[in-house]
């Protein structure tokens, strides 16, 4: 599986909690933060549902 470095581009507040907590559990906290993290299918999906929250980039 490929890394993929995943930024938090906008603010969850005023999002759904479900939303929030993706947001929490990806290990993003402030804006501009970011996490790499392993191409999972679990992780993709994740990012699939907070993807206007989100920036995706592939790690070399």
Not at 32 to 52: F, Q, R
């Amino acid at each position: 599986m490929a890394q993929i470095k995943i930024t938090l581009v906008n603010s969850p507040i005023g999002r759904i909690p479900a939303q929030r907590k993706t947001v929490k559990a990806l290990g993003l906290g402030k804006l501009n933060s970011s996490v790499v993290k392993e191409g999972t299918p679990a992780i993709l999906g994740m990012v699939n549902s907070i993807s206007h929250l989100v920036k995706v980039e592939t790690e070399a």
